[in-house]
């Protein structure tokens, strides 16, 4: 292999870096646990477990409506990756489908599909786009050669002085009015 060829560890992180790009660009974990969600609540009504010599069958009435929930729950998910403009209504819409889950399939696959299901649709309720340095900063270049904001909170040097009031207009032993802007004020 030449110095000039690309390597397959080039290669690899190549896509590596495009691919945490893209994740960074759309709710990706919000996703994956919704589609996750979806696999317990869609394949455990119709699965058949054996536990040494006892055959567990987990046919319920409404096997069809857990199947359609499942498969529902992993298309919302696909659409957080590759629509992430309706990320919000896929998150509600999820969250809907893991309640109803609970009572129509087996606790919502034994409360894995549900838990899974729940927490994907917050997450993707709650994800927001990040902001690049030129939108956040509004000068773009310029504000990075610019000192850096110095971190902690913010003190006021000293509060404005009130003005003095005339003579007998409102004015009490102590100096304060009553009827100006820093004074108090009533209702009516």
């Known amino acids: 292999m030449s110095a000039e060829s690309p390597g397959l560890s080039d290669r690899f992180h190549y896509w590596r870096r ?30 058949q477990l054996t536990l040494g010599q006892l055959s567990l069958r987990m046919g319920t009435p409404t ?17 957080m990756w590759f ?6 209504f896929a998150g509600v819409a999820a969250i809907l489908l893991a309640l109803v889950s609970l009572p129509v399939s087996n606790l919502g696959g034994f409360l894995i599909g549900f838990l899974l299901a729940m927490f994907g649709g917050a997450l993707s309720i709650s994800w ?8 956040g900063s509004g000068q773009g270049a310029q504000s990075a050669e610019a000192e850096p904001e110095q971190a902690g909170p913010v003190v006021q040097a000293a509060a404005p002085e009130p003005e003095p009031a005339a003579e007998g207009v ?3 032993a102590d100096g304060t009015t009553l009827e100006t802007n820093g004074g108090r004020h009533r209702a009516g």
């Open 128 to 135: 927001a786009p990040g902001k690049t340095a030129s939108e």
């Open 83 to 88: 629509q992430s403009v309706v990320r919000v």
């Open 18 to 47: 495009r691919f945490r790009m893209w994740r960074g660009t759309r709710p990706f974990w919000a996703g994956l646990l919704t589609m996750l969600g979806g696999v317990p609540i869609a394949y455990l009504p119709y699965a």
């Open 170 to 172: 409102g004015a009490h």
């Open 63 to 79: 096997g069809a409506g857990s199947l359609i929930i499942g498969l529902l729950l992993i298309t919302l998910g696909l659409t």
